[in-house]
């Protein structure tokens, strides 16, 4: 399995990456293959402010359907529009076109709490 290192992670298997104060985010490469093909994504927290481990969405599976955590505070500035019409970017390119939200972080802090690369292999035990 894929967890690059440039990235951090949350114990519910949302990635983060960060571009000054905008937090991109989405679910990890274990996350997807344990989920199955994912078949719809319903995101409609944009423009909501939102804090930390709150649920910004959900994603549905062919045999289950998940909460998405919010891995940092802030608002969600923008979607992935493009999960409407191809939800299986997600399976396919979970760190590329398969991402979710665009947040503005509140508190950049939080970021440097995330789990490591290293630190959540170790979490999923791989």
């Known amino acids: 399995m894929n ?29 997807q293959r344990e989920l199955g093909d994912i078949v719809f994504v ?7 402010t939102l804090n930390q481990h709150e649920i910004f969405g959900t994603v549905e599976a062919v045999k289950t359907v998940s909460d998405l955590f919010m891995p940092l505070s802030g608002e969600v500035i923008e979607v992935n529009k493009g999960l409407d019409t191809n939800p299986e970017s997600i399976n396919s390119d ?33």
């Open 42 to 48: 319903e995101i409609e927290s944009a423009g909501k």
């Open 94 to 126: 979970p760190y590329g076109a398969g991402w979710m939200v665009k947040i503005k972080m509140s508190d950049a802090a939080q970021f440097d709490a995330l789990l490591t690369s290293a630190a959540y292999t170790d979490v999923v035990g791989v």
């Open 3 to 31: 967890f690059p290192e440039n990235l951090r992670y949350t114990n519910d298997h949302e990635w983060v990456s960060v571009e000054g104060d905008v937090a991109t985010v989405g679910v990890t490469d274990f996350a």
